[in-house]
Nanobody, 126 residues
Framework: QVQLVESGGGLLQAGGSLTLSCAASGRTFSNYSIGWFRQAPGKEREFVAAMSWSDGSTFYKNYVKGRFTLSRDNAKNTVYLQMSSLRPEDTAVYYC???????????????????WGQGTQVTVSL
């Protein structure tokens, strides 16, 4: 059974940094990509970034480019989202998700993803 577990969320002040983890288990993810999405209260879920597990390439949405960085630990089957220069508008529940790549490394479309974690709250105050 595939399981994705996020951790690392918390409350911090604007300008601070935080690293989220997405631990994957239940299958081999070598032909999957891992995406991060977020959802703020009253807003739709939006794409943040994605990493291809097959080659480690990454893709970021413009509003986090230069501030957020993806990395992975293959031995731990874990993808990390390092977030810096955080802003109040980054406040949201952050979810990681997995999708079979099928020749397309990235997708920013949530329905393309097959598996989802439970989410972790990130709150950024002024």
């Amino acid at each position: 059974q595939v399981q994705l577990v996020e951790s690392g969320g918390g409350l911090l002040q604007a300008g601070g940094s935080l690293t989220l983890s997405c631990a994957a288990s239940g299958r081999t993810f070598s032909n999957y990509s891992i995406g991060w999405f977020r959802q703020a209260p009253g807003k739709e879920r939006e794409f943040v970034a994605a990493m291809s597990w097959s080659d480690g390439s990454t893709f970021y949405k413009n509003y986090v480019k230069g501030r957020f960085t993806l990395s992975r630990d293959n031995a731990k089957n874990t993808v990390y989202l390092q977030m810096s220069s955080l802003r109040p508008e980054d406040t949201a529940v952050y979810y990681c998700a997995a999708r079979l790549e099928l020749g397309v490394h990235y997708s920013d479309y949530a329905p393309d993803y097959d598996y989802w974690g439970q989410g972790t709250q990130v709150t950024v105050s002024l």
